[in-house]
């Protein structure tokens, strides 16, 4: 079992940035995924950014893609999620998953066995 902990969210204006963090305890030798998710109320959770624990390689919702970059620190147990160019439909609850050791969707939600408790952005004018 893996613990996540976010931490980084807060109210932006449009265009602005926001680093989200998650601090990752516990059997992280067994994690093959690690992956970032956002929800707004009344709909479902949406894969924002994912990557591979081992080798790095990183996945995006075509959303973000060349906004918002993830990445890994395996020495320090964190994965983080640098988000350029906000804009108002990025506004959500964050979370961050990590899954078990086997190879799985990185973009899909039940490929993930534990979870953070979430961090909000909200961006508005």
């Known amino acids: 079992q893996v613990q996540l902990v976010e931490s980084g969210g807060g109210a932006v204006q449009p265009g602005e940035s926001l680093r989200l963090s998650c601090a990752v305890s516990g059997r992280t030798e067994r994690v093959y995924a690690l992956g970032w998710f956002r929800q707004v109320p009344g709909k479902e959770r949406e894969f924002v950014a994912g990557l591979i624990r081992v080798d790095g390689l990183t996945y995006y919702n075509d959303a973000v893609r060349g906004r918002f970059i993830v990445s890994r620190d395996n020495a320090k147990n964190t994965l983080s999620l640098q988000m350029n160019r906000l804009k108002l439909e990025d506004t959500a609850v964050y979370y961050c998953?990590?899954?078990?050791?086997?190879?799985?969707?990185?973009?899909?939600?039940?490929?993930?066995?534990?979870w953070g408790q979430g961090t909000r952005v909200t961006v508005s004018s």
């Open positions: 998953a990590a899954s078990g050791p086997e190879q799985v969707p990185v973009s899909y939600s039940e490929s993930y066995i534990d």
